[in-house]
């Protein structure tokens, strides 16, 4: 192992410090974002220098930071000022730490990161370690190994290998991403096969990747929100998905013909059960790789895609990174050159379950621009969505060779490459509209491409459903918020209905609701009477949550918030909140704690500190401990936090069209609280340009004090509101005013007899008010 063991010069080259190492090496620190330092290991001599990687994750063009680094040579070290973080360089071996903060004398306090052997080489090997504080917790890393065992939230001790793998199910995704519960972010841009190690000494955690150049991230919070705030500046914002895909997305292997597909809508629409799209598998096709109908099963694609419009569905398609010989695609895809090569240059086939297949080698940029070339006529037919599976991918010869290198070396991020190609079809043939990808496999930047990951082929069984939670919060935190789960698992014995139920329960609180099994239905019919009441209301009850959950896509775009947050996310001052597995919270404001263990009359759920509102009953809950929670089959514990205002649509089939409606459920807490609902079209890339529609919903306990409350809604248009207004008792006199001209002045007689929409719910203890017509802004008054 060879590390750089001395400082010989260093010098600054436009925002730059470079440390040179003499013939060993040097390090080039560079600010690339406020708050973001790039460290490069960049081995050479005096006369030769090791080009530095293309990153496929990190695009310049978005750095944003230009501030040059203030050096303070202090003999033994040099203490570096850059854009938001303070690095101190020892000289004898190189050692670099990072504080928070720039422009000080000195830093105060312990340093967030420091390394401890720092970077090193040894051969075609390279890696980094750093000191492992007693505080320590990881966070993010993506998905470890499900058949390991219990699946945890916090990754401190672990060693996972960097290979992205489905065999055996399920998925494995690793990603070389992590946030510290301490208050700072790493990023490994190296795609190598690769391990971390996460302190499994005890003392020390580290990145060993088998090739490439180390270069990291040193990303400085010190809120872990500002630090997802910072990873998805550097990597790419997550793209806001179309607002169907946050409806529910009904799959199953498979549905075979377009009778079954149309049969199916018509029991979804006659059931009344909101439904935005239908996803078809492996039958849509004859072979792999044909990227075409096949027209006896599915005749006249276009019409029946048009007719599924015309209902508020979309068709999502299946596809796969291989193309077998039989392919109508294959003799192309050969001729051109773009499969994956053995080392002799020709074409590499082997043997898949499909059939004698190649890889496609998405690094090459002609064989991106093919694969977008096939999907113009599926465009063209309507098609709104790519289902790209097995694309770690599943099965790649280790002795196969790319454009851009060996299969070690482009495996990793290869998943990548293909949603590349995914994306210039979008760009080229279909502009206007936002890109939709459900992936099996992905690497930091897929994010930015309108991708979110699934967790694969998980089992049938309670277990699997547990590791879920963990799974979903996991790559969450590593900047992916689109990740969705096989609800009610995909290989197994039957699924039992308790098992859907609860399964769908915690899907719905998921950021994309998708049933999926193997040879099984997952239609909520198909379970019984009992089982499809139950799942219609929580189907229903996401729906009606959609302007809050919209309003969360917005902010994972503008700030790597993710919808599923850990409860250490928001609390991370409560040392209790940082190992829950079980639970999390759907945004800021809801509290969701699925049930995950068979025949389960009540659980354990932490409320951290504040008041909370029990969600089906609205009684208030005080936090900062541990309560059991009922948990009969048709319910899940949901908590709402006591200063929420959560904005709800109205029942529908699916989510098209505008909010002319909506239910502002509002939760008083101590103090002013406040809601901003975000819109736009739903469907364009229009929000990108600016075009989009914010209303800010406030609410204040009143001046005169005595538990009054005011309620303010920005510029209503021509909407109706509906207030629900939790409240321990009747109000005395309730004010409506536009523009400081009161309107309406109602008193306790007038709430009790449920007059023109405005009444008291004596049971429940909500006050509801209805307000339309009005374009300027509104002051309600609760006296």
């Known amino acids: 192992m060879e590390v750089l063991q001395e400082l010989m010069s260093w010098q600054v080259e436009g925002r730059t410090l470079v440390l040179d190492g003499g013939w060993e090496g040097a390090i080039r620190l560079t600010s690339v974002l406020p708050g973001v330092v790039q460290v490069v290991f960049r081995r050479g001599t005096p006369w030769s220098k090791e080009e530095i990687y293309r990153s496929l994750s990190v695009d310049p063009k978005r750095w944003g930071s230009t501030a040059a680094p203030v050096v303070d040579d202090r003999g033994e070290y040099l203490l570096v000022q850059m854009d938001g973080v303070t690095v101190r360089a020892e000289k004898r071996p190189i050692r670099l730490s990072y504080w928070a903060g720039d422009r000080v004398a000195e830093p105060a306090g312990e340093p967030l990161l420091t390394e401890s052997t720092g970077l090193w080489k040894s051969g075609w090997t390279v890696g980094v370690r750093f000191a492992l504080h007693p505080r320590d917790q990881f966070y993010g890393i993506g998905e470890p190994d499900q058949q390991a065992g219990p699946i945890p939230v916090g990754h401190r001790g672990k060693r996972y290998p960097l290979f992205h793998s489905h065999i055996p199910a399920p998925s494995r995704m690793v990603l070389p991403v992590l946030v510290s519960h301490r208050g700072y972010g790493l990023f490994i841009d190296n795609p190598w096969v690769a391990e971390w190690d996460l302190g499994a000494d005890g003392e020390t955690f580290g990145y060993t990747a088998q090739g490439g150049q180390m270069i990291y ?148 940029p002609l064989a991106r621009q093919w694969w977008a070339d096939q999907h113009k006529p599926l465009i063209d037919l309507g098609i709104a969505g790519w289902w790209t599976d097995l694309n770690e991918p599943e099965d790649h010869p280790q002795d196969m060779l790319h454009a851009d290198g060996a299969a070690p070396a482009v495996h990793n991020v290869y998943p990548l490459q293909m949603l590349r190609a995914l994306k210039l079809a979008n760009e080229q043939h279909n502009p206007q509209d936002r890109l939709f990808i459900m992936s099996r496999s992905g690497w930091p930047g897929t994010q930015a491409l309108g ?205 098209g069209g505008a909010w002319e409606e909506l239910t502002l459920a509002i939760y008083p807490g101590e103090g002013e609280s406040r809601f901003t609902l975000y819109e736009d079209d739903g469907e364009t890339t229009a929000y990108e340009r600016g075009i989009f529609k914010e209303t800010e919903f406030v609410c204040r306990p009143t001046t005169a004090g005595k538990g009054g409350l005011t309620v303010e809604i920005g510029e209503a248009g021509s909407r109706v509101y509906n207030l629900e207004v939790r409240l321990p008792r009747r109000p005395s006199v309730i004010k409506t005013s536009a523009g400081g001209e009161l309107l309406t002045r109602r008193s306790a007689d007038s709430l009790a007899r449920a007059a023109g929409g405005w009444w008291y719910d004596q049971k429940a203890h909500v006050l509801h008010a209805k307000i339309g017509g009005i374009t300027s802004p509104i002051t309600v008054t609760i006296q």
């Open 451 to 655: 991708a979110g990951q699934w967790s694969g082929d998980v089992a049938t069984t309670w277990a699997a459903l547990a590791n879920q939670i963990p799974l979903g919060l996991s790559v969450s935190m590593a900047g992916m918020p689109y990740w969705n789960t096989d609800i009610g698992g995909f290989n197994g014995p039957p699924t039992a209905p308790e098992l859907y139920i609860r399964w769908m329960q915690f899907g719905a609180f998921t950021p994309l609701m998708r049933p999926h099994g193997a040879h099984q239905p997952r239609e909520p019919w198909a379970f019984g009477p009992e089982a499809e009441a139950i799942v219609t209301r929580f189907i229903k009850l996401r729906y009606r949550l959609l302007p809050y959950t919209y309003t969360l896509a917005r902010e994972a775009y503008t700030a790597g918030l993710p919808f599923m947050r850990p409860l250490f996310l928001h609390y991370p001052s409560d040392a209790r909140t940082s190992e829950l597995r079980d639970q999390y919270l759907w945004g800021r404001d809801i509290l969701v704690a699925p049930v995950v263990t068979e025949g389960s009359a009540a659980r354990r759920v932490y409320l951290p500190e504040g008041t909370w509102y029990e969600y089906w009953t609205n009684r208030r809950v005080s936090g900062g401990k541990f309560v059991s929670a009922a948990t009969p089959l048709e319910t899940m514990p949901l908590y709402v936090r006591a200063g929420a205002i959560l904005p709800l649509a109205p029942e529908r089939p699916s989510t």
């Open 217 to 364: 991230y040193f990303i400085a919070g010190p809120a872990m929100t500002e630090v997802l705030d910072r990873y998805t500046a550097l990597t790419g914002r997550p793209a806001m998905a179309p607002k169907w895909a946050l409806g529910l997305l009904q799959s199953k292997f498979g549905y075979k013909t377009r009778g079954e597909v149309e049969e199916l809508v018509a029991n979804f629409r006659e059931r009344q059960i909101p439904l935005d799209s239908v996803i078809l598998d492996l039958y849509w096709f004859r072979t792999m790789g044909d990227l075409c109908f096949n027209k006896e099963a599915f005749p006249d694609p276009a019409g029946m895609i048009a007719a599924l419009r015309e209902q508020g569905v979309r068709l999502i398609v299946i596809e796969e990174p291989y193309v077998a010989r039989e392919s109508r695609l294959f003799a192309e895809a050969d001729r051109l050159g773009l499969f994956g090569k053995r080392l002799d240059g020709s074409t590499y086939t082997f043997p898949f379950w499909s059939g004698e297949c190649g890889l496609v080698d998405f690094t090459q």
